[in-house]
């Protein structure tokens, strides 16, 4: 019964667009179903199959809610249970992985992605043979995207699931998987996994360097476009602690002029025209397209509603901690223009943009951010070679948020502690800073009083697939 159900799971991801031309593929949402092979047999087929991962990528079970706002931030402890008596994710926030609220979660994460990632494994396995029926540089972006969505889907699992690489390269983590079919597979090591994503990631660069139209359409960031692949790069190279090539990386995407920090003025202006994602940043983003419906009324996330069970937030004086409002961060423009007031309860205000435009690609709701600019900064400064040249990349960042600059003569230790603060400031309710604490081994979270060891930072595979695949031991 496992084997059918993980084969329909399968076969569910063909369910694409149709009817959109080569210019709109971008805007369409999968509405038809059509043939797997009928599909693959033009250009605009494997540009809608492309769409469709995207599709996959922004639901809730991925980067719409569990892998951004939701799972990945309360596990990092970016909000309290104590603020409701009735809190819907006290396991969650426990860290109890197989707890009543946290095991559907987990099991959801699980298969929607490697649901995701057979049907990026179906487009490669029929685009070389129809590389004859594409136009310009679009066999070599379709098929450097879809490797860039394979690699980036594996590489949030491996951080989810798989142990830390500096001390346990050598323990089973997941599959990694490069063929559509729904066998099971032995699970690679955290080396040989992380090996696996460089190996895609190089690929796809060699396909969309000098290809991608990233320099002139900005609907580019929600895509996997070239530097998307260099900055996934440069976090699987520093997740292996390559310092080297993680910081050429992290250049590379800094250095292209295309990415800009944020400026001040685009943030502290009114509602409607509030860049809350500080956009110029996104690097990489992802559309979702109905996500007020969970996190504003069905699930009432970022605002007050008389059943606050659902309600992901902190208090006031939690988020002046995180925000070090008591010292030098009242001018921060994270805390002064995203953390306001619905009711009598204080929420991060990142996702409830507002769009007045008319111009598509222009608007600034309905958008996740899934790697930005401000994380190659950091990179740059954690891989430096002495703090000092580290603290200049964090001063950059530092200054467009509004904050004094550091003075120099910093030790190590206070370079840490430093870029710590900013990846607690910057991601939060983004999901990534679970991750960084993981890669860290950090023995304590802010806001919790737990202390950790890699145990608590490594999600158990889910019992169904260890039910279907019996090769983790």
């Known amino acids: 019964m496992k084997t059918k159900t993980k084969i329909f799971a399968i076969l569910t991801m063909f369910i694409l667009v149709s009817g959109a031309g080569c210019k709109k593929f971008l805007e369409v949402d999968p509405k038809s179903t059509m043939g797997s092979d009928q599909l693959l047999s033009s250009e605009v087929g494997f540009q809608q199959a492309l769409t469709g991962l995207y599709s996959q990528m922004a639901s809730r079970d991925l980067y719409g809610d569990n892998l951004t706002m939701g799972f990945s931030s309360l596990i990092a402890q970016n909000y309290s249970a104590s603020l409701s008596s009735v809190f819907s994710f006290p396991t969650t926030v426990a860290l109890n992985y197989k707890g009543a609220d946290a095991a559907p979660l987990v099991a959801a994460i699980w298969t929607k992605a490697y649901n995701t990632i057979a049907g990026a494994n179906n487009i490669l396995a029929k685009i070389d043979d129809k590389k004859d029926k594409f136009t310009a540089h679009h066999y070599g972006l379709i098929k450097g995207e879809t490797l860039g969505v394979r690699a980036y889907l594996h590489f949030d699992l491996l951080r989810l699931f798989g142990a830390n690489f500096a001390t346990n390269p050598t323990k089973k983590a997941i599959p990694y998987r490069t063929e559509l079919n729904a066998l099971s597979k032995v699970p690679s090591t955290v080396a040989e996994v992380s090996a696996f994503i460089l190996e895609d990631l190089k690929q796809a660069e060699m396909l969309m360097k000098g290809k991608d139209p990233i320099l002139t359409e900005k609907s580019r960031r929600f895509r996997m ?105 009242g001018t921060d423009i994270r805390y002064a223009n995203l953390i306001e007031t619905d009711g009598l309860i204080s929420f991060c205000s990142k996702y409830w943009q507002t769009w007045v435009g008319t111009v598509e690609n222009d608007r600034l709701d309905q958008n996740v951010t899934l790697m930005r600019l401000s994380e190659m900064y950091y990179i740059m400064a954690e891989t430096a070679t002495t703090p000092d040249e580290g603290l200049v990349f964090l001063n950059q960042v530092r200054d467009k948020r509004v904050l004094p600059v550091i003075a120099s003569g910093v030790t190590a230790q206070r370079l840490t502690d430093e870029i710590t603060k900013e990846y607690q400031k910057d991601f939060y309710a983004e999901g990534q800073l679970f991750y960084y604490y993981k890669r860290k081994l950090s023995p304590r979270m802010l806001f919790s009083t737990k202390n950790l060891t890699e145990a608590n930072y490594v999600v158990p595979v889910p019992d169904n697939e260890l039910e279907f695949n019996p090769n983790y031991n």
Do not use: H, P
């Open 225 to 329: 476009n070239y530097y998307a692949i260099k900055a996934l790069q440069a976090k699987v190279y520093l997740f292996r602690g390559d310092k080297v090539n993680a910081a050429a990386a992290a250049n590379e995407v800094i250095n292209s002029g295309i990415f800009t920090l944020i400026d001040a003025k685009k943030v502290s202006v009114a509602a409607a025209a509030k860049d809350r994602t500080f956009s110029t940043e996104q690097v990489f983003a992802i559309r979702v397209k109905d996500m007020r419906v969970w996190v504003e009324t069905e699930n009432a996330y970022f605002k007050t509603v008389s059943d606050n069970r659902k309600n992901l937030t902190r208090t006031l004086a939690d988020f002046k901690t995180l925000y070090e409002v008591d010292a030098t961060g």
